[in-house]
């Protein structure tokens, strides 16, 4: 009997959030493209017995490309995928001259629950919180003849703050800010000498299609 009660409860709120879409006059799909500036904000443990100092690796910021496909429960509440393809970065080690020690790639994909604030016309601010996966690959660094590697994932948080500006039925103007915490250990031929974090800020404008 609990059980069926629970399975009625669930289609029940189901069917009330979809005739709560439905009654806003929007679809429960949204996917927009971002131009988005990726900031690092890096910093790293001391390693080789104090010889590289704390804050010594450091990472390159860049654009980069994003898509992202949201799911509105309600007018209020949505879920958002962050897409993106690997990105290459570069290292450098700003201690004992040794200036850039190679490249890295990452792919960061993003889920977040948001709360999108409704009342205020075309303008349509949200904030976001969740959760951020990191697969790190393709290292291609050394120190001399010594290979350098990093750990090949990272599972972080993320929040989110952000606006659409509806143009007309369906295409809306983005603007949206993330921050995420992503962290990896660093290791010269095989010993661990640091650990990195990049943490970076993503600053991104871009279109949204609503259907």
Do not use: C
Not at 17 to 41: E, F, H, K, N
Not at 186 to 202: H, N, R, T
């Amino acid at each position: 009997m609990k059980k069926h009660t629970l399975m009625l409860a669930g289609v029940a709120a189901a069917l009330l959030s979809s005739q709560a879409i439905a009654q806003s006059g929007d679809g429960p799909w949204m996917v927009r493209a971002r131009a988005t500036y990726l900031s690092t904000d890096t910093s790293s443990t001391s390693g080789l017995g104090g010889a590289l100092p704390a804050d010594a690796i450091d990472v390159n910021s860049k654009w980069i490309p994003e898509v992202d496909v949201s799911y509105f429960f309600t007018p209020n509440i949505a879920v958002e995928l962050v897409l993106t393809i690997p990105q290459k970065h570069e290292v450098t080690v700003n201690a004992l001259s040794l200036g850039k020690i190679g490249t890295f790639k990452h792919l960061p994909p993003t889920l977040l629950a948001q709360y999108h604030f409704t009342g205020l016309g075309a303008l349509k601010p949200y904030v976001g919180a969740g959760v951020n996966y990191t697969i790190l690959s393709s290292e291609k660094m050394s120190v001399g003849t010594d290979k350098v590697t990093i750990e090949n994932s990272s599972i972080g948080p993320a929040i989110q703050v952000g606006a659409d500006y509806r143009l007309n039925r369906n295409w809306y103007l983005n603007v949206d800010v993330k921050k995420v915490w992503i962290g990896t250990d660093v290791f010269l031929a095989g010993a661990k000498i640091s650990e990195l974090k990049v943490d970076p800020w993503l600053f991104s404008i871009g279109v949204g299609y609503r259907f």
